[in-house]
Nanobody, 125 residues
């Protein structure tokens, strides 16, 4: 599986961005997809995950109510809609996928087998 993240950029606090993660190589619809982020000097942290059913989503408390993950299986693409952005959302955002993920493991980066290259999101006040 190859993942390609895109859509990052520079945005003012309170603004919005939509990230995309295009997948290829395996049946996209059978994977659990997730977003992680990593700020300078910090560990990679879980943002949210989307199970095979698009209605089954999980979010970090820090983004709940502001970020929404969705997927378009026909396009093999996952999205992260980010609204009400804050300076503390500044980070490199990575998409990840796994075909054997269990719910209790979704928050842990090392459990994902496939990663995109990351896209920078910078929020200024």
């Amino acid at each position: 599986v190859q993942l390609q993240a895109s859509g990052g950029g520079l945005v003012q606090a309170g603004g919005s961005l939509r990230l995309s993660c295009a997948a290829s190589g395996r049946t996209f619809s059978r994977s659990v997809m997730a977003w992680f982020r990593q700020a300078p000097g910090k560990e990679r942290e879980f943002v949210g995950a989307l199970f095979r059913s698009s209605s089954n989503t999980h979010y970090a408390d820090s983004v709940k109510g502001r970020f929404v993950i969705s997927r378009d299986n026909a396009k093999n693409t996952m999205y992260l809609q980010m609204d009400s952005l804050k300076p503390e959302d500044t980070a490199v955002y990575y998409c990840a996928a796994d075909f054997n993920m269990i719910q209790s493991s979704i928050h842990t980066a090392r459990h994902y087998d496939y990663w995109g290259q990351g896209t920078q999101v910078t929020v200024f006040s």
